[in-house]
């Protein structure tokens, strides 16, 4: 396991998360056939993480890294790893090339829905957060590289802000956090 992996998830436990490593012997991961279709392959950093840690829990229990298992749940009650893809795409809209509002038969514009879509194509969840409002944190991928983390919101879940260069540099950002008291960015911060 990286040092950088490791020292985060220390740093964790010793704040009070909960943080399960996986058995040896189940270092394997495996992914929704869903999410290699999508992406291609997760980085490496993040697939070590996934390969390492079964469950890593806030304290309070309403913030998470997403795990191996987060991404197989397939349940209408549970945090499946596309919720907010799938449970708040856009309900109105103004069609942009015709200046006309959506009428109450046509509740989805289809370009404010491809845009949503699009978005989601894009952004990887690897991190939520339900305790004051609906939030994650997700790898970004664009022109078929993965190019570095990013944190949002609700209500405007597509309005992303760059937190880390990457998987590995997050974990030192929340080592440093939880180790020194380094401040982190307020998009990251608020989330955990």
Known sequence: MKSELQAMLNALKRAGWQVEMRSPSSHEVKLPAAIGERFGAAPGDYLEFLSSVSMCVNPSNNAWFLCESDFRLQDADAFEWDWIEKTFPPERATVANKGASCTALEPKCPDELDVWQAFWREHLPIFFSVHSDYAYFALRRAKGEWKDVVSGAAPEFEEAIHISGSFTHLCVMLTEFYERG???????????
């Open 182 to 192: 380094v401040q982190l960015p307020a998009a990251v911060s608020i989330h955990l």
